[in-house]
């Protein structure tokens, strides 16, 4: 079993930054792919970013790409969300995710990650 636990979300005005933490615990998960997802009120969950296992594969929604940026230190059993630029549609739960078998163009899939966290609400004022 792996835990997932987010941090890092809080509350910032359009055009802060934020940088959201996922600390995997229970089994190294330096051979996953991560995801981050968010869900907003009255929306469905909704893909954010991923990084495969060694690092370099990335990718990025449309919506955040140029202002988020996902990176992991498998040392710490950690991935990081890096969110600048921050906009008010921007406000949601963002939930961690680990899969083991994600290919490299299944990663904005939800239902291809077993493990995910509780969520950690980022809110961006106007």
């Known amino acids: 079993q792996v835990q997932l636990v987010e941090s890092g979300g809080g509350l910032v005005q359009a055009g802060g930054s934020l940088r959201l933490s996922c600390a995997a615990s229970?089994?190294?998960?330096?051979?996953?792919?991560m995801g981050w997802f968010r869900q907003a009120p009255g929306k469905e969950r909704e893909f954010v970013a991923a990084?495969?296992?060694?690092?370099?594969?990335?990718l990025h929604a449309d919506s955040v790409k140029g202002r988020f940026t996902i990176s992991r230190d498998n040392a710490k059993n950690t991935v990081f969300l890096q969110m600048n630029s921050l906009k008010p549609e921007d406000t949601a739960v963002y939930y961690c995710?680990?899969?083991?078998?994600?290919?490299?163009?299944?990663?904005?899939?939800?239902?291809?990650?077993?493990?995910w966290g509780q969520g950690t609400q980022v809110t961006v004022s106007s």
């Open positions: 995710a680990a899969g083991r078998t994600v290919g490299p163009g299944r990663l904005s899939f939800s239902y291809e990650y077993e493990y």
């Open positions: 229970g089994r190294t998960v330096s051979s996953y792919a």
């Open positions: 990084i495969r296992w060694s690092g370099g594969i990335t």
